[in-house]
């Protein structure tokens, strides 16, 4: 994806202070891995509470402290950032009251950029400090599968022994999966995005689609269209109605990596190429000073981003992941 848009050069000064950094440093070498976990499930519709346990909360290593308002894992600054720093994870983000939906936290609005004027989901001034700095922007992601019956496809012939008879023939048929990804990062068509969910990954390998896998894209792509952080953005919200997603997100990473993305049973992580992807730009991120967020909310508050998706799983699909 490409934009005409003005973003801010890297490197130049806000004016706003940065946020605190969060996360989680890979070489906890006391970190329990002893919870009991179901990480190699996918629960594409669940709407029970995360089986996993957050153990970040267990032992952490000198690299990191406390924040002192919520006890959170801080990263502090270190000479030794880029060989301590293997995977992060992303935060949740807390809407208090919890009545609070996404129009009430989040309005669009022009913001003056050096070079010119565009439109984001911005935090309202009265949410600032409460839930977040100034420089905070939402974007709205979601992901859609299906799964088709079953279609001929073509036709083999019946070997009989040595010969193969004339017009002996059986019917092949096969199930097709098709997924969509789509995110809005402002209002209006210019602002939506959205594609088709490839069936190769990151990783070159062919993958089965599912709705956690388009979600997953689906928030790769959000944060990939742009170098957010160039634009002076210190938090980026990505508003989603998938928990699989959302949780494992926010808890589930530094055990995954710690476990050479193992489940504790041993089994592979599912769709491990796209979350080893997503750790990787949450790093990024966060060397340039910018938060990554997850706000789970129900379907009916992101019901534009799910359309979006919807009408994605009918285009072709492309011939490999590309960015």
Known sequence: MSSTEPTTPAGEDTGVQSS????????LSNLNLDNEDHDNEEHDNDTSSSSDEDDTSQALDA????????????????????????????????????????ERVFEARNVDLPNGSVERFTLRDRHVPALG???????????????????????????????????????VYVRREKGGCAFIFKPGQAGT???????????????????????LRAALAALHYKD????????VVLITSCKYVADHATTSLPRWWKRDW????????????????????????????CEVCFWRVPEDKNVDASEAAKDAVADPEGEGFAM
Not at 70 to 89: D, Y
Not at 193 to 215: F, W
Not at 228 to 235: A, C, D, F, L
């Open 228 to 235: 957010w952080h160039s634009e002076g953005w210190k938090r």
């Open 133 to 171: 700095p100034a420089k905070t922007i939402a974007i709205y992601i979601s992901g859609e599968a299906e799964c088709s019956n079953f279609q001929q496809v073509g036709k083999i012939a019946r070997p009989v022994g040595d010969m193969t008879r004339p017009g002996n023939v059986a019917k």
């Open 193 to 215: 995005k959205s594609l088709a969910l490839e069936r190769e990954g990151p990783d070159g390998k062919t993958h089965k689609r599912t709705e956690t896998r388009a979600e």
């Open 20 to 27: 605190p950094l969060w996360s989680v440093i890979s070489n």
């Open 63 to 102: 690299s990191t402290s406390l924040h002192p308002d919520n006890g959170l894992p801080r990263l502090l600054e270190s000479a030794s950032l880029n060989e301590t720093l293997k995977t992060c994870i992303a935060t949740e983000f807390v809407a208090t009251p919890s009545s609070l939906v996404p």
């Open 262 to 289: 193992l489940t504790k049973n041993g089994h592979p992580i599912k769709n491990q190429d796209l979350w080893k992807e997503l750790s990787r730009v949450i790093c990024d991120f966060e060397k340039h000073g």
